[in-house]
């Protein structure tokens, strides 16, 4: 997995309408360590791992930079 920015962590939470703390539950990390993560402050690779896999598991798709930058889409299911 390549270095997901702050803002794609906090495009990603508003895609799926979860608050901070509803991503904090489900990632099963502090509320607080959410906050630090989408303001870029310092975390353990844990917890960026976690609030990773819960967005990921949830339909977001992190989109590397390119020439427009980088992004989040929602996956769509397969039919």
Known sequence: MSQIA?????A??????WSQAELADKAI????????????QGTT?????????ALEGAGIVFLPA??????VRLS???M
Not at 6 to 10: L, N
Not at 12 to 17: I, M
Request: hydrophobic share 30%.
């Open 66 to 71: 390119g020439r427009r930058g980088e992004g």
């Open 45 to 53: 690779t844990d917890i960026y791992f976690r609030v990773c896999q």
């Open 6 to 10: 702050p803002r794609q962590i906090r």
């Open 76 to 78: 769509t299911p397969e």
């Open 12 to 17: 990603a939470r508003a895609l799926l309408g």
């Open 29 to 40: 990390v502090s509320l607080s360590s959410v906050i630090r993560l989408e303001k870029g």
